[in-house]
């Protein structure tokens, strides 16, 4: 709570020591630049200074009015609830889809519960490690349906506790049956399947602009330099032969924040996007039911989202400690605290340029060992096992955010705590490090984490 | 000069964090003893626990007068379900500055309040017969809650049903429609209620408290300005809320009415005095405004987006609150620690 008076005869004399203080700060920065580069801006200047349920729906601090402007068209076609229309056969959400809105699963743009109607099941065959698709589902199963259709088929979750190991709380996974319309239930060996949750929607405009070179300069695919850690950029290939680094998903699956929207809408709405701004149609030519406006309006709203800045600044013993704990136990190695964003004019926000960034991740796929490994080797680009380094920020806000939506890609983790301990593969020797550490020291990790 | 633009903004941002060191001089300095623990009870015991309960009570009723109209579909039946609709309606609709927690994450203000109304969905599941459980499990969010309730009650808009117009399909919807309501809205009584409810979370963080008392109103209002008005204005009457029955105007009326309690009856105003009274007041006064615009508005906007009179008084209630959500925000920054 800030602090104030009740008359201008106390606020003066505060004005004066305020000017004072920042004339003195001022001179410091510019003597040392280096101090104007604060991970407390986790986004730059793109920082939203809001630590509330709220923060994540924040525009970007900097946006000029005609971006804010943008933003706020695009706001209200996020959480705008869609439903069947009769313009065309199929128009409007469906017949098939997972939830009729972005908000339903990004719930305040931030984590969706592990439940069913918020999260979404992937599934693949077992034969060929999980890089084959189920012939009559595909890569996703549509678990609602319009009035008068049937869903593909509908998800029962069962929670299991795993077998304890030492001192530590027990950790939990989650089994997902598949129910057929007709009642059948998927026999376990018939096709792997993953429960997915909606990650935070926060700063994808600035990860997008952190430049390719950035990225593939911390891949380490045949683990070069021995430290047990690789580090692979997910290269995506479209039907044109045109390859992209992938940067968004669970998986690294899209390039693209306009991608991954016209995606979602798709997939998980059963909603097609115009092809572009001249036509109504998509680009297989059937009639569109988002408009090229509607989509690149949704898609410049989740680019001008900023990320919350940290609860305290770098300067305090809280991040001293952490960030320490947090570079000794090679976590940084993939959760790459900072990078800067692209200077090409050619951004979207202009406000985007140039910035120096606290994402913490690399932005690449990593094998996070059998415990994660979750049978679905999406389109062949990464193996079952390989997830793409989860941005932290924000990280401190899920509870305030989202309630009790859990943390990695099912929400199996109830804790960050928990999260930590299913690392694997590539991140083993830090977990087993983390699991070495002196309850103080853990607790010291766990708060600066809790703080961003 | 672009290179030190970023440069600008962080030094921007130092000035900001200087006077918050400044002025933490002057913590818990609050007229009238009014400190955040006694405005954050204040919100929880005072406003939204009672809010909630008369809510789930009112849909108590509502469902008694849906189950008594299916039982037996009289004119007058239907008359005392139209008129419970309304009454109810309202209650909902100032709690709209306190749905963040369980009415977001739970997903119940979904279940009670999504639209638009499905039509297509609604017409052809109204068609099944008999319409049973399983017809009634089938339907979506956004046929169901309130505005599927309004639909079947009011017809589309046009012409009012009359009891002999209502199929035995709608009745039966409409008794499973107010029985699923009714058990939502005792849901979300009970997920803000008791030790473990979330009211207690928010108690037990007065400063937090604060912060989302401010900004569940500023979303509120966000929401009528850019949503329930402005982007009906924008694209037609399909997009206004409550269309069916008309009560669009009552609508706004209480979402500004809820953002005033939130911030006149809990002591809010207090707190932002101590920091700003010139804020406070305008707020104040910018709520009492809005209050007005949306008072001034007639009932059955979507008949009358035609009538130049009628869109001058949206956009005037478009521009007030507006201001009013403007005004919230800067003291939401007024009384944040950033």
Partial sequence: MKPGSKTGVVRRPLFVLASAILVAVLVVIVQNPSLAVDPQLSAGALTVFNRTSAAFEKPASNLNQDEIDRHDVGDPLFERSHIPLATHEDAGLGPLFNANSCVACHVRNGRGAPVPGVSLVRVALQEADGATPAPEWGWQIQDHAIFGHQPEATMDLTWREEPRTGNEPPLQKVHVDLIRPNGDVVADGEMNRSLRTAPPLIGLGLLEAVPDQEILSHADPDDGDGDGISGRAVLLEDEDGQQALGRFGWKAGTATVQEQTAEAYLNDMGLTTAAGPETNTTAEGQPADITWEELTAVTFYSQSLGAPATKRSGKDPVVSKGTSLFGDLQCATCHVPSHATSTDPDVVVQAIRDQTIWPYTDLLAHDMGPGLDDGVAEHGYTSSAEWRTVPLWGLGLTNRVNGTAGYLHDGRARTVDEAIRWHGGEAEASKESYLALAPGDRQALLDWLQGL | ?338
């Fill in chain 2, 1 to 338: 000069m672009a290179e030190f633009r970023p440069f600008i903004s962080k030094a921007s941002l130092t000035l900001m964090a200087g006077l918050l060191v400044v002025g933490c001089a002057e913590k818990n300095m609050h007229a009238d003893g009014v400190t955040p623990a006694s405005v954050s009870r204040n919100f929880v015991e005072n406003l939204v626990l009672p809010s909630y309960a008369e809510l789930a009570e009112e849909s108590g009723a509502l469902e008694e007068a849906l189950q008594a109209l299916a039982n037996d579909p009289t004119d007058a039946h239907l008359a005392a379900a139209r008129q419970q609709w309304i009454e109810t309606r309202p209650l909902w609709e100032i709690t709209e500055s306190w749905a963040f927690g369980p009415a977001a994450t739970e997903g119940l203000d979904s279940d009670l309040d999504d639209w638009p109304v499905s039509v297509l969905e609604l017409d052809q599941a109204l068609a099944t017969e008999p319409f049973t459980a399983d017809t009634f499990s089938q339907l979506g969010t956004t046929s169901i809650g309130f505005h599927g309730i309004e639909f079947v009650l009011y017809g589309d808009g046009n012409e009012r049903p009359t009891a002999a117009d209502l199929t035995p399909q709608q009745t039966a919807y409409l008794a499973r429609a107010g029985a699923a309501f009714h058990d939502t809205a005792e849901q979300l009584l009970s997920s803000w209620t008791g030790a473990d409810g979330f009211g207690a979370e928010l108690t037990g963080d007065p400063d937090g408290t604060v912060l989302e008392m401010i900004e569940g109103a500023i979303g509120a209002l966000e929401e009528v300005h850019l949503e329930k008005l402005g982007a009906v204005l924008e694209e037609g009457p399909e997009g206004l809320e409550s269309r069916f029955s008309g009560a669009t105007n009552t609508d706004i009326v209480f979402n500004v009415v809820g953002a005033q309690r939130v911030f006149e009856d809990t002591g809010l105003k207090q707190l932002l005095t101590a920091e700003n009274a010139d804020l406070a007041e305008q707020l104040s006064e910018s709520l009492a405004m809005s209050r007005a615009a949306a008072e001034a508005m007639p009932s059955m906007l979507s008949q009358r987006l035609d009538d130049p009179a009628v869109v001058e008084s949206m956009e005037t209630a478009i521009e007030a609150t507006e201001e009013a959500f403007n005004l919230m925000t800067q003291a939401l920054e007024t009384l944040d620690s950033f």
